[in-house]
């Protein structure tokens, strides 16, 4: 079995040996204070061996809870924000059919999949009550703290559609809830409801959640192979525990990123050649977002679709303010592939393609722009991909998130909190008149 794959060479010019030196040092110290589980936030490192150390009893109900839900579900409604969605968004839109949600259900032996409670907006919440219909559905409502206002509104307002179709009975069978294990809004309500609950350790922040209940149960759902997943992260765990530094690839990615934000390039970009991995780059924005940015430190995290954002960013990011680098995802293996034909008249201009595929395009397309952007003074790194499996899925999930721990101790902050985030919804309660 091949591993990701971590590859800083296109970088090198901006760096000097002497800086490479420092920041092993920086590193190594960095690391191992997240290894020696003495440095700021170490209360949360349970993700840290969540990849082994897991509860295998929970773990088996969230199977037989996938298995309930597909049974009598048409539509799953998965309600969270934040760390409580995007994990479980991102590994269903990388793991499945581009088009999960519209296939006929010859295709699809699983629920369609749509995530409520991540905004406000009356309209968004109508037009998925109205989606629903009179189909049979369920609701995994996932709330960490379970005091969060967005899904605690969408949940008020599905479980209203779910008991006046099931009646409140009926609907305590459609509801499961991931929370906390023992505080909390939703904890309460869903045991005073009785509807089945997954737990959050407590161990665990929102962003580093995804191989929990959190991301588990929606995942699960979609017919992803969770075990696959589990494993992945586990072999990543392992593989990134042992390696020496100048062989370590989450080692080598905080360091190249740290010494690039030293060089003034604060804005990172997660790049993308294929769609399936856009909601990869969401969840890493939160992850480094939310970890990084405090302390007015941090590098921005940002991220792009190529080569769609290469016709609407291309003139920033080739000619714009030099403060950008790209770290880019590349998925060695596609999943189908289409062989270009040769038109009797070449009207289109396009035989020179026939006889290569569109993935051969494609990964032309990301050399020559890899190149016209370092060329430009955008430096790139590069994360390769065997194949867009659980899997490999598994092992991403796991690189970046020890990776942003320890770029985190690097940076000097405290990786695991979130104080800033409380700052809207103080203004917002006040303004709605919150008691
Ligand atoms: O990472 C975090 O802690 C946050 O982004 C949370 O995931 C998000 O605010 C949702 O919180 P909760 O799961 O408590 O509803």
Known sequence: MSNIAFNGTDANNFISLAD?????????????????????????????????????????????????????????IVIGIGGSYLGAKAAIEFCCNSFYNNLPKSKRNTPEIYFAGTNISGTYTQQLLDLIGDRDFSIN??????????????????????IEKYGAEGAKSRIFATTDPVKGALKTLADKQSFETFVVPDNVGGRFSVLTAVGLLPIACAGIDIR??????????????????????????????????????????LVNYEPRCHYIAEWWKQLYGESEGKNHKGIFPAAVDFTCDLHSMGQYIQEGRRNLFETVLEIESPEHDITMETEEEDLDGLNYLAGKTMDYINKKAAEGTAMAHKDGGVPNLKIKIPQATPYYLGQLFFFFEKACAISGYVLGVNPFDQPGVEAYKKNMFALLGKK
């Open 20 to 76: 490479f030196a420092m920041m092993e040092t920086k590193v190594k110290a960095a690391a191992q204070l997240l290894d020696g589980r003495n440095g700021p936030g170490n209360e949360f490192l349970g993700w840290l061996d969540l990849p082994t150390d897991y509860d295998k009893n929970e773990f088996e109900r969230i199977e037989a809870a996938a298995k309930a839900i597909q049974a009598h579900s048409e539509v799953l």
């Open 141 to 162: 409502v996932i709330s960490k703290s379970g005091t969060t206002t967005e899904p605690a509104i969408a949940f008020r307002i599905f479980k209203k559609k779910l």
């Open 228 to 269: 696959a997943l589990m494993q992945g992260a586990a072999d990543a765990r392992a593989r990134f525990a042992q390696e020496a530094y100048a062989q370590n690839d989450v080692l080598q990615y905080v360091a190249y990123r740290n010494l690039l934000l030293e060089k003034r390039f604060n804005i990172e970009l």
